[in-house]
């Protein structure tokens, strides 16, 4: 079983919708969260980090962390085709950082 | 300007012929790390770092090295490369492990023929 799993998508919405981007994890001792966007070739970015139950805005984005059911959860709203990128869910358990495979998001203008 | 820099940023190399992939932040941060990124893998930790001279496995260390004598820097090391480290690789820092988040740098993409 591998440690974050996301889906991979491709996921499209148009421009102005709501995108909605979902992880599940499977070490319960996980204690942070992380959002990375990484756009082609380019490097992973942080979006948002998440410590605790409940959710946590940023701008447009939102980020929701569930700790008993081990989903965690990124909403972007009013997507524009900036955010078309892939979308990577991030864990770290102990010492060590573990990455999902991404979701790829595509907004259409 | 904080950052992590990487070079080269890109490499193409043969097998079996040493080579060395150069990370350093200036953030002061105490853990880093390599990973590589392959499609439909995904970010995979090759080896991390916790401070100076405390260096760790990851999922992926098999035919890759570290070392970590200075704070801000983080070598990683392929003493004999082969087809299949051909990858995208990254060094990240964190201020420390655990609640932090990760910064990258811009990776390195290696092919080894």
């Known amino acids: 079983q591998k440690e974050v799993e996301q889906n991979s998508g491709p996921l499209s919405v148009p421009e102005g919708a709501i995108a909605s981007l979902n992880c599940t994890y499977s070490d319960r001792g996980s204690q942070s969260f992380f959002w990375y966007r990484q756009y082609s070739g380019k490097s992973p970015e942080l979006i948002m980090s998440i410590y605790s139950n409940g959710d946590k805005e940023d701008g447009r984005f939102t980020a929701q962390l569930n700790k008993a059911s081990q989903y965690v959860s990124l909403l972007i709203r009013d997507s524009q085709p900036s955010d078309s990128a892939t979308y990577l869910c991030a864990v770290n358990t102990g010492n060590q950082f573990y990455f999902g495979t991404g979701t790829s998001l595509t907004v259409i203008p | 300007e904080a950052q992590v820099t990487q070079n080269p940023r890109y490499l193409i190399t043969v097998t079996g012929k040493k080579l060395t992939v150069t990370c350093s932040q200036n953030?002061?941060?105490?853990?880093m790390s390599w990973y590589r990124q392959d499609p439909g893998l995904g970010l995979r930790q090759i080896y991390y770092?916790?401070?100076?001279?405390?260096?760790d496995k990851g999922d992926v260390p098999e035919g890759y090295k570290v070392s970590r004598k200075e704070k801000r820097n983080f070598p990683l090391i392929l003493e004999s490369p082969s087809p299949n480290q051909t990858s995208l690789y990254f060094c990240a820092s964190s201020l420390y492990w655990g609640n932090t988040e990760a910064f990258f740098g811009q990776g390195t993409r290696l092919t080894v023929v």
């Open positions: 770092s916790m401070n100076v001279e405390v260096t």
């Open positions: 953030m002061n941060h105490e853990y």
